[in-house]
């Protein structure tokens, strides 16, 4: 069975602060996808990122990077110079082999961004 | 751009009434999905449908049914409401696994009250 954990359950920083959110993942499957949805008090998950088990080249976008690491199984999540909007409910999710088609997602790290 | 559109975002029930939750997506994706999202619980896989009138059960289908007539369209069903539904409803559409990454998009929520 697959399984992702967020051992973070609430994180608050200063704005500017860097902010790195951690989740770690479970599966027997060679193949898999993991990814990161973001839920702004709006309540709409939007899509952050995928990335598939063969590539474990990190990735850069603005403030956003994360960093996937197969040896410890974790997908962490790091923003940069954080600003009151990233204030939101991230979620990591795991798909892909034995449950291709359904995602296993984290409970969630509520980011809380103050001025 | 893939949109997807929930009925309601909030709504308020009496307990016993039939409640229907709908979801249309314009994106062609023959994968849809229903999540209740409740404090500390994460999302948590209700229904899943794989195809027009195919359906399978998720994590916790009890207590709600499901209907998916046109490829656009998933209803979630409760037959007779309950207080412990009172919950958020995310609704999510993707590509299947064959074509697809397993990304999911998803709806802006319905927020359930039952009273």
């Known amino acids: 069975a697959q399984k992702v954990t967020q051992a973070q359950t609430e994180i608050s920083v200063v704005e500017k602060e860097d902010v790195t959110l951690d989740c770690v993942y479970e599966?027997?499957?060679?193949?898999?996808?993991l990814f990161w949805y973001k839920q702004p008090p709006s309540g709409e998950l939007v899509f952050l990122i995928r990335?598939?088990?063969?590539?474990?080249q990190n990735e850069i976008s603005g403030r956003y990077s994360w960093n996937f690491q197969k040896s410890t199984s974790s997908f962490n999540f790091t923003i940069t110079a954080s600003q009151v909007v990233d204030s939101a409910v991230y979620f990591c999710?795991?798909?892909?082999?034995?449950?291709?088609?359904?995602?296993?997602f984290g409970d969630g790290t509520t980011l809380t961004v103050k001025p | 751009d893939v949109k997807v559109t929930q009925s309601s975002r909030y709504l308020v029930k009496r307990t016993g009434e039939k409640v229907f939750l709908e979801c249309v997506q314009d994106?062609?994706?023959?994968?849809m999905f229903w999540y209740r999202q409740d404090p500390g619980l994460g999302l948590r896989l209700i229904y899943f449908?794989?195809?027009?009138?195919?359906?399978e059960k998720g994590d916790i289908p009890e207590g709600y049914s499901v209907s998916r007539e046109k490829k656009e369209r998933f209803s979630l069903i409760l037959e007779s409401a309950s207080t412990n539904q009172t919950s958020m409803y995310l609704c999510?559409?993707?590509?299947?696994?064959?074509?697809?990454?397993?990304?999911?998009?998803f709806g802006p929520g319905t927020r359930l009250t039952v009273l």
């Open positions: 994106m062609d994706h023959e994968n």
């Open positions: 599966t027997r499957d060679t193949t898999y996808y």
């Open positions: 449908s794989y195809d027009v009138k195919m359906k």
């Open positions: 999510a559409s993707s590509l299947p696994s064959g074509r697809g990454t397993d990304t999911q998009y």
């Open positions: 999710a795991l798909s892909g082999g034995t449950n291709a088609g359904k995602s296993t």
């Open positions: 990335r598939n088990s063969f590539d474990e």
